[in-house]
Nanobody, 122 residues
Framework: QVQLVESGGGLVQAGGSLRLSCAAS????????MGWFRQAPGKEREFVAA????????YYADSVKGRSTISRDNAKNTVYLQMNSLKPEDTAVYYCAAGRLTTQVLGDYDYWGQGTQVTVSS
């Protein structure tokens, strides 16, 4: 069992940066691949980024590639999403998730956090 708590969201102007954190509880965090997803009002939840359990492999949605970096610190049971050059279309609730696979597919993730709101003003 893994519990996930996101933090770091907020209101930022376009062009700004935010660093999201996802703290996990449970002894087996390091065995899970981690992902970040987001959901904007009226839209489906979509993949943002994922990282393998070792941290050696990372994947990004085209919409954030080059502007975002996913990383993890297994000693701190935490995964991060650094987002730069933020755009109004990045406005969404951001969720972290833990799963056995490093994929872009929501259904492949077993555990989800409650989400943190990111709002980017123009």
């Amino acid at each position: 069992q893994v519990q996930l708590v996101e933090s770091g969201g907020g209101l930022v102007q376009a062009g700004g940066s935010l660093r999201l954190s996802c703290a996990a509880s449970g002894r087996t965090f390091s065995r899970y691949n981690m992902g970040w997803f987001r959901q904007a009002p009226g839209k489906e939840r979509e993949f943002v980024a994922a990282i393998s359990w070792t941290g050696s492999s990372t994947y990004y949605a085209d919409s954030v590639k080059g502007r975002s970096t996913i990383s993890r610190d297994n000693a701190k049971n935490t995964v991060y999403l650094q987002m730069n050059s933020l755009k109004p279309e990045d406005t969404a609730v951001y969720y972290c998730a833990a799963g056995r696979l490093t994929t872009q597919v929501l259904g492949d993730y077993d555990y989800w956090g409650q989400g943190t709101q990111v709002t980017v003003s123009s």
